[in-house]
């Protein structure tokens, strides 16, 4: 046992044997990437939850914005580029992982309803644990911005920027039953009333502000200010092409087609169901004329607009279906500076949309359409008659006009 046993051990301490340090240096070396790895993985299980914490906002964000664009009335291409850049915007590294976006969503509760689905994937880094695998943690995240209907609307201005963009003015009484008035102007009097004009609405919604002289009647508590503005409800409609020869406007009875020297209407004038062309001047509708038709939809090719006299009675429809079903009156989208006159007698009604996208209207008539379905969307609207319109026209082929729009995310 040598000179370090029994009991001088008891009471002294010896030196360790040269194979027990030996081991015990062994046994920490090998127990030092477990010891290492499983504190790495506790410092990165944080940093993964922080990461995943971080795409989710990424894809919320994203979300919201690809529902913005789509409330513009923007394409799919261009809802997944304003979602792809969110997306970037706020951190995310389109070379580390991937996004797809769905309109509607590609699963869950709103595949049936008008949102927008993001999902985005990203590789994380591994720091300690890459000791036991290579093998990259994909992180996912997803969300689901749903876009609701706040009000219908009637009337809609589409100009951005215009002053008085929604004009009611002098002694006009105008009563919209079950819709609003809708202006996507960011002028503070984006929508006005002036003189002693009267109005009943369910409310007025603007992307700016509202200026009122006089009372309104609505339903809503008070108007809607700094609103998101609304699509264009006619943004995909296609413009109908000329075609030949050149129709006779001389004759009682008219057929579609196109009339290429503009079309004044005098005396009695019956317009045959289809689609008309004008082009090379007005469509006009002179003193006294009597004009009727269903079933038709007049487009106002390059620079043409609209002039009705005051004292024509004019008594016309859309069609009840097809492409241009609900569409009376379509103004070239290519003319950014036409202005457009609608009167009447107080017999006279203008059954469905009255589109001019990209010009003026003045609806300056004591009239409306068939059971009160008109709609006047225009970039730019003065409204000094009397009239009384409603929002329930479905049945007569025409669309319901989201007035604005709000975005939510739901999941």
């Not at 790895?37 to 939850?49: D, H, K, R």
């Not at 799919?76 to 915007?89: M, Q």
């Not at 990203?122 to 876009?147: E, G, H």
Request: include cysteine.
């Amino acid at each position: 046992m040598g000179w370090c046993g029994g009991a001088f051990r008891r009471f002294f301490s010896c030196p360790r044997r040269i194979g027990e340090s030996g081991n015990v240096a062994i046994i920490f070396a090998l127990s030092l990437p477990i010891v290492v790895g499983g504190a790495g993985l506790g410092v990165e299980t944080s940093y993964w939850y922080y990461s995943s914490l971080k795409l989710q906002a990424v894809a919320d964000a994203a979300a919201y914005a690809g529902a913005l664009e789509k409330v513009r009335g923007s394409d799919k291409p261009t809802i997944v580029s304003a979602a792809t850049l969110s997306a970037t915007t706020n951190g995310w590294v389109p070379s580390t992982g991937t996004i797809e976006v769905f309109t509607p969503p590609s699963s869950g509760p709103n595949v049936a309803k008008k949102a927008v689905e993001v999902i985005v994937h990203q590789n994380l880094d591994r720091f300690f644990t890459s000791i036991f695998t290579q093998n990259a943690v994909v992180a996912q995240s997803r969300a689901v911005a749903l876009i609701t209907d706040a009000s219908k609307a009637c009337i809609l201005a589409l100009n951005p920027s215009a002053s008085k963009a929604a004009l009611f003015s002098g002694s006009s009484i105008t009563k919209l039953i079950g819709c609003s008035v809708m202006s996507n102007s960011m002028a503070s009097d984006a929508i006005k009333l002036q003189g002693s004009a009267s109005l009943d609405t369910d409310c007025l919604i603007s992307a700016g502000g509202v200026s009122m002289s006089s009372v309104v009647t609505t339903v809503c508590a008070s108007p809607i200010t700094q609103a998101l503005p609304a699509a264009d409800p006619f943004a995909d409609l296609p413009a109908p092409p000329a075609t030949n020869p050149c129709q006779n406007d001389n004759q009682s009875t008219l057929q579609p087609g196109t009339y290429c020297k503009g079309l004044t209407l005098s005396g009695n004038v019956t317009l045959s169901p289809g689609v008309y062309v004008i082009q090379g001047g007005d469509f006009k509708a002179s003193s006294n004329a009597n004009i009727s038709g269903e079933g038709v939809i007049i487009y106002l090719a390059g620079t043409s607009g609209v002039r009705m006299n005051g004292t024509a009675t004019v008594k016309l429809s859309a069609p009840t279906s097809g492409t241009y079903s609900g569409v009376l009156f379509y103004g070239d989208r290519a003319n950014l500076a036409g202005s457009n006159t609608f009167n009447g007698t107080a017999d006279s009604l203008l059954t469905g949309a009255v589109y001019f996208p990209t010009q003026s209207v003045d609806y300056l008539g004591n009239f409306s359409g068939k059971d009160g379905c008109t709609q006047v969307v225009a970039s730019t609207l003065q409204w000094s008659g009397n009239t009384s319109i409603k929002h329930d026209c479905t049945s007569l082929g025409m669309r319901e006009i989201p007035a604005t729009q709000s975005v939510r995310l739901v999941e």
